[in-house]
Protein backbone atom coordinates (compact mmCIF):
# COMPACT_ATOMS: atom_id res chain seq x y z
CA UNK A 1 0.00 0.00 0.00
CA UNK A 2 2.54 2.65 1.02
CA UNK A 3 6.08 2.94 -0.16
CA UNK A 4 7.30 3.28 3.49
CA UNK A 5 6.37 3.91 7.04
CA UNK A 6 6.63 6.96 6.51
CA UNK A 7 4.47 7.55 3.71
CA UNK A 8 1.76 5.91 6.27
CA UNK A 9 2.59 8.46 8.86
CA UNK A 10 2.00 11.29 6.38
CA UNK A 11 -1.34 9.69 5.75
CA UNK A 12 -2.09 9.06 9.79
CA UNK A 13 -1.32 13.01 9.73
CA UNK A 14 -4.05 13.62 7.49
CA UNK A 15 -1.91 14.45 4.82
CA UNK A 16 -2.12 12.88 0.42
CA UNK A 17 1.46 10.30 1.33
CA UNK A 18 2.30 11.64 -2.46
CA UNK A 19 3.68 14.71 -1.34
CA UNK A 20 6.20 13.12 0.69
CA UNK A 21 9.37 12.75 -1.18
CA UNK A 22 11.42 9.46 -1.87
CA UNK A 23 13.93 8.92 1.84
CA UNK A 24 11.83 11.80 3.66
CA UNK A 25 9.70 11.76 6.69
CA UNK A 26 7.03 14.49 7.98
CA UNK A 27 8.12 16.55 11.09
CA UNK A 28 4.93 18.79 12.85
CA UNK A 29 8.07 21.35 14.23
CA UNK A 30 9.93 23.49 12.29
CA UNK A 31 13.43 22.32 12.45
CA UNK A 32 16.74 24.61 12.14
CA UNK A 33 19.44 23.73 10.39
CA UNK A 34 22.37 25.29 9.18
CA UNK A 35 26.65 25.38 8.89
CA UNK A 36 28.25 28.18 11.64
CA UNK A 37 26.55 30.28 13.59
CA UNK A 38 23.44 32.44 13.88
CA UNK A 39 23.58 35.78 12.37
CA UNK A 40 22.37 38.41 15.19
CA UNK A 41 21.46 41.96 14.40
CA UNK A 42 20.90 44.66 17.00
CA UNK A 43 19.26 47.12 14.68
CA UNK A 44 18.96 46.56 10.54
CA UNK A 45 20.13 50.04 10.12
CA UNK A 46 23.46 48.72 8.58
CA UNK A 47 21.61 46.16 6.93
CA UNK A 48 21.28 46.18 3.12
CA UNK A 49 21.01 43.91 -0.16
CA UNK A 50 22.52 44.25 -3.09
CA UNK A 51 21.61 42.99 -6.21
CA UNK A 52 24.62 42.80 -8.53
CA UNK A 53 26.51 41.03 -11.25
CA UNK A 54 24.73 40.63 -14.76
CA UNK A 55 21.93 43.72 -14.48
CA UNK A 56 21.99 47.23 -16.23
CA UNK A 57 21.56 48.59 -12.82
CA UNK A 58 23.19 47.59 -9.83
CA UNK A 59 21.54 48.06 -6.70
CA UNK A 60 21.98 48.31 -2.77
CA UNK A 61 18.50 48.46 -0.96
CA UNK A 62 18.00 49.27 2.69
CA UNK A 63 15.32 47.38 5.22
CA UNK A 64 13.27 50.14 4.95
CA UNK A 65 13.69 50.52 0.77
CA UNK A 66 13.16 46.70 0.63
CA UNK A 67 10.49 47.01 2.68
CA UNK A 68 8.45 49.37 0.69
CA UNK A 69 8.25 47.43 -2.63
CA UNK A 70 5.03 45.29 -3.08
CA UNK A 71 4.64 42.22 -1.36
CA UNK A 72 3.63 38.68 -1.97
CA UNK A 73 2.85 35.43 0.18
CA UNK A 74 2.91 31.80 -0.84
CA UNK A 75 2.29 28.54 0.91
CA UNK A 76 4.78 25.51 -0.06
CA UNK A 77 5.97 21.53 1.30
CA UNK A 78 9.88 22.46 2.36
CA UNK A 79 12.29 19.47 2.26
CA UNK A 80 15.78 19.42 4.00
CA UNK A 81 18.74 17.12 2.48
CA UNK A 82 18.95 15.65 6.09
CA UNK A 83 15.32 13.94 5.14
CA UNK A 84 13.01 16.43 7.61
CA UNK A 85 9.88 17.38 5.51
CA UNK A 86 7.66 20.06 6.70
CA UNK A 87 4.20 20.32 4.58
CA UNK A 88 2.24 23.70 4.50
CA UNK A 89 5.16 26.38 5.11
CA UNK A 90 3.92 29.82 4.79
CA UNK A 91 5.96 32.57 3.76
CA UNK A 92 5.61 36.34 3.11
CA UNK A 93 8.21 38.28 1.67
CA UNK A 94 9.17 40.14 -2.36
CA UNK A 95 9.07 38.33 -5.21
CA UNK A 96 12.20 38.60 -7.33
CA UNK A 97 10.47 40.26 -10.26
CA UNK A 98 10.01 43.69 -8.04
CA UNK A 99 13.65 43.64 -7.85
CA UNK A 100 14.28 42.65 -11.36
CA UNK A 101 11.91 45.41 -12.59
CA UNK A 102 14.38 47.66 -10.77
CA UNK A 103 17.81 46.06 -11.92
CA UNK A 104 17.09 44.71 -15.47
CA UNK A 105 18.71 41.64 -15.76
CA UNK A 106 20.93 41.62 -18.63
CA UNK A 107 20.68 39.13 -21.53
CA UNK A 108 23.50 36.97 -20.52
CA UNK A 109 22.12 36.22 -16.91
CA UNK A 110 21.36 32.51 -16.41
CA UNK A 111 22.08 31.86 -12.75
CA UNK A 112 22.05 33.40 -9.48
CA UNK A 113 24.12 33.20 -6.69
CA UNK A 114 22.66 34.14 -3.21
CA UNK A 115 25.17 35.11 -0.73
CA UNK A 116 24.14 35.14 3.01
CA UNK A 117 25.93 36.77 5.89
CA UNK A 118 29.73 34.62 7.08
CA UNK A 119 30.48 34.39 3.26
CA UNK A 120 27.10 31.40 3.10
CA UNK A 121 26.19 30.92 -0.59
CA UNK A 122 23.76 28.80 -2.75
CA UNK A 123 23.20 28.65 -6.77
CA UNK A 124 20.31 28.09 -9.02
CA UNK A 125 19.39 28.63 -12.50
CA UNK A 126 17.36 31.57 -12.79
CA UNK A 127 14.56 30.47 -14.23
CA UNK A 128 14.02 29.33 -10.08
CA UNK A 129 13.95 32.73 -8.62
CA UNK A 130 11.68 34.01 -11.54
CA UNK A 131 9.38 30.46 -10.22
CA UNK A 132 5.91 32.01 -9.33
CA UNK A 133 6.57 30.30 -5.48
CA UNK A 134 10.01 31.81 -5.52
CA UNK A 135 10.18 34.75 -2.33
CA UNK A 136 12.99 36.54 -0.62
CA UNK A 137 10.79 36.12 2.62
CA UNK A 138 10.89 37.87 5.75
CA UNK A 139 7.95 36.32 7.46
CA UNK A 140 7.84 32.47 8.12
CA UNK A 141 4.53 30.64 9.11
CA UNK A 142 2.83 34.39 9.43
CA UNK A 143 5.44 35.83 11.85
CA UNK A 144 8.54 37.81 11.42
CA UNK A 145 11.64 34.91 10.43
CA UNK A 146 13.76 34.27 13.94
CA UNK A 147 17.21 34.98 13.89
CA UNK A 148 17.27 30.92 13.49
CA UNK A 149 15.20 30.66 10.58
CA UNK A 150 17.27 34.07 8.87
CA UNK A 151 15.50 37.24 10.33
CA UNK A 152 15.23 39.53 8.78
CA UNK A 153 15.30 37.75 4.98
CA UNK A 154 15.79 34.78 3.82
CA UNK A 155 15.68 33.08 -0.04
CA UNK A 156 12.87 30.73 -0.28
CA UNK A 157 13.08 28.28 -3.82
CA UNK A 158 10.55 26.27 -3.81
CA UNK A 159 10.51 22.77 -5.41
CA UNK A 160 14.54 21.73 -4.05
CA UNK A 161 15.85 20.62 -1.42
CA UNK A 162 15.90 23.76 1.58
CA UNK A 163 20.03 24.13 1.48
CA UNK A 164 19.39 26.24 -1.65
CA UNK A 165 17.01 28.48 0.24
CA UNK A 166 19.85 30.79 1.69
CA UNK A 167 19.02 32.24 5.20
CA UNK A 168 20.64 35.86 6.46
CA UNK A 169 20.56 36.74 2.77
CA UNK A 170 22.35 39.75 1.70
CA UNK A 171 22.94 39.86 -2.24
CA UNK A 172 22.04 38.28 -5.29
CA UNK A 173 24.03 38.09 -7.63
CA UNK A 174 23.53 37.05 -11.32
CA UNK A 175 26.02 35.70 -13.64
CA UNK A 176 25.91 34.01 -17.20
CA UNK A 177 27.47 30.92 -15.81
CA UNK A 178 26.54 28.81 -13.23
CA UNK A 179 29.12 28.70 -10.01
CA UNK A 180 28.88 25.96 -6.83
CA UNK A 181 27.65 27.28 -3.76
CA UNK A 182 28.87 26.50 -0.55
CA UNK A 183 27.05 23.33 0.12
CA UNK A 184 27.45 22.59 -3.53
CA UNK A 185 31.32 22.70 -3.62
CA UNK A 186 30.91 20.66 -0.15
CA UNK A 187 29.78 17.49 -2.47
CA UNK A 188 25.85 18.36 -2.90
CA UNK A 189 23.93 17.89 -5.81
CA UNK A 190 23.90 20.93 -8.03
CA UNK A 191 20.17 20.57 -9.10
CA UNK A 192 18.73 19.23 -5.54
CA UNK A 193 15.57 18.03 -6.72
CA UNK A 194 13.89 16.27 -3.92
CA UNK A 195 11.92 13.89 -6.01
CA UNK A 196 14.37 12.67 -7.76
CA UNK A 197 16.94 12.17 -4.57
CA UNK A 198 19.41 14.35 -6.31
CA UNK A 199 21.08 14.43 -2.91
CA UNK A 200 24.55 14.18 -3.07
CA UNK A 201 26.90 14.40 -6.13
CA UNK A 202 29.25 11.19 -5.25
N1 LIG B 1 23.04 31.21 5.41
C1 LIG B 1 22.69 29.91 5.43
N2 LIG B 1 21.52 29.55 4.90
C2 LIG B 1 21.14 28.23 4.91
C3 LIG B 1 21.98 27.23 5.44
C4 LIG B 1 23.24 27.65 5.96
O1 LIG B 1 24.05 26.83 6.42
N3 LIG B 1 23.56 28.99 5.96
N4 LIG B 1 21.57 25.91 5.45
C5 LIG B 1 20.50 25.53 4.54
C6 LIG B 1 19.88 24.26 4.87
S1 LIG B 1 20.81 22.87 4.66
C7 LIG B 1 18.56 24.15 5.22
S2 LIG B 1 17.78 22.66 5.40
C8 LIG B 1 17.75 25.35 5.51
C9 LIG B 1 17.13 25.22 6.88
O2 LIG B 1 16.31 26.32 7.15
P1 LIG B 1 15.60 26.37 8.55
O3 LIG B 1 16.68 26.33 9.60
O4 LIG B 1 14.83 27.65 8.55
O5 LIG B 1 14.70 25.16 8.65
O6 LIG B 1 18.51 26.54 5.47
C10 LIG B 1 19.41 26.61 4.39
N5 LIG B 1 19.96 27.92 4.36
MO1 LIG C 1 19.26 21.11 4.72
Partial sequence: MF???????????????ARLPPGQ??????????????????DLTAWSLRVFGEVENELELTWEEFNALPRSSNV????????WSKFDTGFDGVHWRELAKLVRPTSAARF??????AGFTSNV???????????LATHGDGEPLTPDHGYP????IPGKYFWKSA???????????DRPGFWERYG???????????????
Fill in 76 to 83: QDIHCVTR
Fill in 112 to 117: VVAHAE
Fill in 153 to 156: LRLV
Fill in 167 to 177: KWLRGIELTSV
Fill in 25 to 42: YLTEKWPVLHAGSVARYD
Fill in 188 to 202: YHNDADPWAEERYSF
Fill in 125 to 135: PLSHLEDEHAL
Fill in 3 to 17: RSKAERKVQEAGYDP
